[in-house]
T-cell receptor, first 116, second 114 residues
Framework: GAVVSQHPSWVICKSGTSVKIECRSL??????MFWYRQFPKQSLMLMAT?????????EQGVEKDKFLINHASLTLSTLTVTSAHPEDSSFYIC????????????FGPGTRLLVL | DAKTTQPPSMDCAEGRAANLPCNHS???????VYWYRQIHSQGPQYIIH???NNETNEMASLIITEDRKSSTLILPHATLRDTAVYYC???????????????FGTGTRLTIIP
């Protein structure tokens, strides 16, 4: 079945540094991937839509200069949290759907970010 | 996308059928009902989806009422590993190249009791 991976699974960083999270579709191509964020005891909130070969589309209230998204190939999207602060500590999850086929999205296992 | 309403929590005895309800009274004709679940500290897992007919797969069954205003996800023989938050999501018809944004509500926290 469709598999989506994320790397790293968890990361701890100092305040002010940047962190890159990768999302890969392992056995299918995805022109569109989605990035979600989930705070403790809350539901998933969509942050942005990652489009292969073009700019990402951000949801209202999400700073595009702080959360840089690059979708350089049909199997890889990256989310970079720039100048991370403790309030950016969260669970980041990506999803992808196979292009050209009417199947539901599959989610990655998530990346837990802790900013000290 | 239509709004969904789910009970915040439910318990079910291990080995019994778990029936999770979802109301989606404003669903429109081209909208599907999706179910995902999220086990603690993991990404959501797709379970099943349907339009108007009942659906069954290796994980669960989905029963959609005739007026499509509500549905029930059935886990036939619940195990401890089914403890998770279950999300019912209504989404418009999939297109071949659609941007499938999924809006997650608060879901139902299902606890399987030994």
């Amino acid at each position: 079945g469709a598999v989506v991976s994320q790397h790293p699974s968890w990361v701890i960083c100092k305040s002010g540094t940047s962190v890159k999270i990768e999302c890969r579709s392992l056995d299918f191509q995805a022109t569109t991937m989605f990035w979600y964020r989930q705070f403790p005891k809350q539901s998933l909130m969509l942050m942005a839509t990652s489009n292969e070969g073009s700019k990402a589309t951000y949801e209202q209230g999400v700073e595009k200069d702080k959360f840089l998204i690059n979708h350089a190939s049909l199997t890889l999207s990256t989310l970079t949290v720039t100048s991370a602060h403790p309030e950016d500590s969260s669970f980041y999850i990506c999803s992808a759907r196979q292009t050209g086929v009417r199947v539901p999205s599959h989610f990655g296992p998530g990346t837990r970010l802790l900013v000290l | 996308d239509a709004k969904t309403t789910q009970p915040p929590s439910m318990d079910c005895a291990e080995g019994r059928a778990a029936n999770l309800p979802c109301n989606h009274s404003t669903i429109s004709g081209n909208e599907y009902v999706y179910w995902y679940r999220q086990i603690h500290s993991q990404g959501p897992q797709y379970i099943i989806h349907g339009l108007k007919n009942n659906e069954t797969n290796e994980m669960a069954s989905l029963i959609i009422t005739e007026d499509r205003k509500s549905s029930t996800l059935i886990l036939p023989h619940a195990t401890l590993r089914d403890t998770a938050v279950y999300y019912c999501i209504v989404r418009s018809l999939l297109s071949n190249f659609g941007n499938e944004k999924l809006t997650f509500g608060t879901g139902t926290r299902l606890t399987i009791i030994p």
